[in-house]
């Protein structure tokens, strides 16, 4: 069982920075979309940040200038570094990998479990 293990996140003071990280819990085949999520109280759950197989990046327009991802393609990890954080940006940030796991097997969306991050104001 494939499993992506998420690190960082916790309670932050507004105007701080933050570190989340993310990795797989063993190899892929490939990993196409690499990134982050976040889910605020009573909220859809909304792109943060992603990176493709080819280095392509999005972001969010509300961490726009903000946020930062990379990837390691060796190590199967992603990081998410967001500075300058605000109250909005409270919310449970999960990991989300788009993943071949096999030569036999199709492309397919694997989600972390989530962290809690919670800016104070």
């Known amino acids: 069982q494939v499993q992506l293990v998420e690190s960082g996140g916790g309670l932050v003071q507004t105007g701080g920075s933050l570190r989340l990280s993310c990795a797989v819990s063993r190899s892929p085949r490939s990993i196409d979309a690499f990134g982050w999520y976040r889910q605020g109280p009573e909220k859809q759950r909304d792109m943060v940040a992603l990176?493709?197989?080819?280095?392509?990046?999005e972001y969010a327009d509300s961490v726009q200038g903000r946020a930062t991802i990379s990837r390691d393609n060796v190590n199967n990890t992603v990081v998410l570094q967001l500075n300058n954080l605000k109250p909005e940006d409270t919310a449970v940030y999960y990991c989300?990998?788009?993943?071949?796991?096999?030569?036999?097997?199709?492309?397919?969306?694997?989600w972390g479990q989530g962290t809690q991050v919670t800016v104070s104001s």
């Open positions: 990176i493709g197989g080819g280095g392509t990046v």
């Open positions: 989300y990998a788009k993943m071949q796991i096999t030569i036999w097997g199709k492309s397919r969306d694997f």
